[in-house]
Nanobody
Framework: QVQLVESGGGLVQAGGSLRLSCAAS?????MGWHRQGPGKERELVAS???????YYADSVKGRFIISRDNAKNTLDLQMNSLKPEDTGIYYC????????????WGQGTQVTVSS
């Protein structure tokens, strides 16, 4: 059973920073952060493979940094210059090498950015 637990969410003013963390029970090929804003569909924010390849959504590129520690099975998302549109529930997710979709999900952590 794969378990993912997020932490680090909270309330922050626009322009501020937050750091999200995800603790995983196992290390998988690709791990990423998704978010779901109010009235919006869930979207992939950033991902990183076990080899270190990263992806960022255009909306967060240059502001967010994703990182992982394969030895500790942890995934972090450093969020800088936060905007109100960054508000949402952030989910840690992971998938196997052969999968083209994320299979394992955490419960989510709320991030609220006030203007």
């Amino acid at each position: 059973q794969v378990q993912l637990v997020e932490s680090g969410g909270g309330l922050v003013q626009a322009g501020g920073s937050l750091r999200l963390s995800c603790a995983a029970s196992v290390s998988l090929f690709s791990m990423g952060w998704h978010r779901q804003g109010p009235g919006k569909e869930r979207e992939l924010v950033a991902s990183v493979s076990s080899g270190g390849s990263t992806y960022y959504a255009d909306s967060v590129k240059g502001r967010f940094i994703i990182s992982r520690d394969n030895a500790k099975n942890t995934l972090d998302l450093q969020m800088n210059s936060l905007k109100p549109e960054d508000t949402g529930i952030y989910y840690c997710a992971a998938r196997h090498t052969a999968d083209n979709a994320y299979k394992y999900w955490g419960q989510g952590t709320q991030v609220t950015v006030s203007s």
